[in-house]
T-cell receptor, first 118, second 112 residues
Framework: GAGVSQSPSNKVTEKGKDVELRCDPI?????LYWYRQSLGQGLEFLIY????????KSGLPSDRFSAERTGGSVSTLTIQRTQQEDSAVYLC????????????????FGPGTRLTVL | QKEVEQNSGPLSVPEGAIASLNCTYS??????FFWYRQYSGKSPELIMS????GDKEDGRFTAQLNKASQYVSLLIRDSQPSDSATYLC????????????FGRGTSLIVHP
């Protein structure tokens, strides 16, 4: 079946511009995560959506970052007034709703969006 | 602060050998443990998940979990050059947070 898709695959922008990154999760998955990964670094958690619950925004690095998820499916990550340090690969992942035992919380990652801020 | 530690490597093993990748974590209430493989320039893909103490085998891969010692390992038997990648360990606590914490990954190189 179709996996997680992200667009665009690459984005080059100028410092100070706003960018929007899109994620289409696997159909039926209620949980959606955004991460970013800088060169040679691990995954940095940004934001988590679960169904209709309020998102967990605890990983957003500044108020220039925001995300929304419409209709419990597609999500958009927006970065305003981009800075050079925002350059990274932005990864989206989705997972089925976790059971009480956490058995079904495997994350499936999209291909990522490589953002370059000049 | 929840921490997941991995040796960054690179770990270099000859083809056909056993590669052993280790991960330690700080949060004692952790319940779910995952190993992801990430090829250069690609996104992570799940290799193994483990939830109970002991070993879990899947083909050439074996995950080992020891909650008392707070470590989880991944063994790759009969290593192949195609196994060369970065392996990420992820740990999730029980309870309300479904956000796993990822280690920085261990780079594995399998040379012919």
């Amino acid at each position: 079946g179709a996996g997680v898709s992200q667009s665009p695959s690459n984005k080059v922008t100028e410092k100070g511009k706003d960018v929007e990154l899109r994620c289409d999760p696997i159909s039926g998955h209620t949980a959606l995560y955004w991460y970013r990964q800088s060169l040679g670094q691990g995954l940095e958690f940004l934001i988590y959506f679960q169904g209709n619950s309020a998102p967990d925004k605890s990983g957003l690095p500044s108020d220039r970052f925001s995300a929304e998820r419409t209709g419990g499916s597609v999500s958009t990550l927006t970065i305003q007034r981009t800075q050079q340090e925002d350059s990274a690969v932005y990864l989206c992942a989705s997972s089925p709703r976790a059971t009480s035992g956490g058995i079904t919380d495997t994350q499936y990652f999209g291909p990522g969006t490589r953002l370059t801020v000049l | 602060q929840k921490e997941v530690e991995q040796n960054s490597g690179p770990l270099s093993v000859p083809e056909g050998a056993i590669a052993s990748l280790n991960c330690t974590y700080s949060d004692r209430v952790s319940q779910s443990f995952f190993w992801y493989r990430q090829y250069s320039g690609k996104s992570p893909e799940l290799i193994m998940s483990i939830y109970s103490n002991g070993d879990k085998e899947d083909g050439r891969f074996t995950a080992q979990l020891n909650k008392a010692s707070q470590y989880v390992s991944l063994l790759i038997r009969d290593s192949q050059p195609s196994d060369s990648a970065t392996y990420l360990c992820a740990v999730r606590a029980s309870g309300g947070s479904y956000i796993p914490t990822f280690g920085r990954g261990t780079s594995l190189i399998v040379h012919p």
